[in-house]
T-cell receptor
Framework: GAGVSQSPSNKVTEKGKDVELRCDPISGHTALYWYRQSLGQGLEFLIYFQGNSAPDKSGLPSDRFSAERTGGSVSTLTIQRTQQEDSAVYLC?????????????FGPGTRLLVL | GENVEQHPSTLSVQEGDSAVIKCTYSDSASNYFPWYKQELGKRPQLIIDIRSNVGEKKDQRIAVTLNKTAKHFSLHITETQPEDSAVYFCAPNVGGYNKLIFGAGTRLAVHP
């Protein structure tokens, strides 16, 4: 079946502009995660949606970052007033919420470049 | 918060040798211990995982061992091949839930 998809695959923007990144999880997956990966670095947790519960926003680096998940499916990560240090690959992942099916399946990522 | 450390950060081996990467964690409630592989320019993919009720799990050339008392688990790759070259991440769960915290990664290079 279809995997996790993300759009756009690449985004170049100017400092100070807002950007929206989209994630379509695997159908039926109730958990959705956003990570940020700077060049040559590890995965930095940003936010976690789990079914109908309040999202875990503990990884968002500043109030310029926000995310929502509509209808328990598609999610959008918004970065306002982008800064050069926001340049990175933004990865989305989804999984079942059941305790024995934690495997996270990643999308291809959105490569963001802030000039 | 959860503290996850991987060692070594880089590892270089000759084809056919074994490679071992160790991950230590701090959350005593962690009960799920996966390893992800990320090839250059690609997305991370799960290669093996283990749960806290098991001490070792094997899948062909790869294995994971868990020492829950000492709070560490290790990835073992035997008979390494050039296609094993990648960055490997451990990602124990937090508080027994689905949220994973990724280590900083280990860059493995397998030389022919």
């Amino acid at each position: 079946g279809a995997g996790v998809s993300q759009s756009p695959s690449n985004k170049v923007t100017e400092k100070g502009k807002d950007v929206e990144l989209r994630c379509d999880p695997i159908s039926g997956h109730t958990a959705l995660y956003w990570y940020r990966q700077s060049l040559g670095q590890g995965l930095e947790f940003l936010i976690y949606f789990q079914g109908n519960s309040a999202p875990d926003k503990s990884g968002l680096p500043s109030d310029r970052f926000s995310a929502e998940r509509t209808g328990g499916s598609v999610s959008t990560l918004t970065i306002q007033r982008t800064q050069q240090e926001d340049s990175a690959v933004y990865l989305c992942a989804s999984s079942f919420q059941r305790g024995d099916q934690e495997t996270q399946y990643f999308g291809p990522g959105t490569r963001l470049l802030v000039l | 918060g959860e503290n996850v450390e991987q060692h070594p950060s880089t590892l270089s081996v000759q084809e056919g040798d074994s490679a071992v990467i160790k991950c230590t964690y701090s959350d005593s409630a962690s009960n799920y211990f996966p390893w992800y592989k990320q090839e250059l320019g690609k997305r991370p993919q799960l290669i093996i995982d283990i749960r806290s009720n098991v001490g070792e799990k094997k899948d062909q050339r790869i294995a994971v061992t868990l020492n829950k008392t000492a709070k560490h688990f290790s990835l073992h790759i035997t008979e390494t091949q050039p296609e094993d070259s990648a960055v490997y991440f451990c990602a124990p769960n937090v508080g027994g839930y689905n949220k994973l915290i990724f280590g900083a990664g280990t860059r493995l290079a397998v030389h022919p």
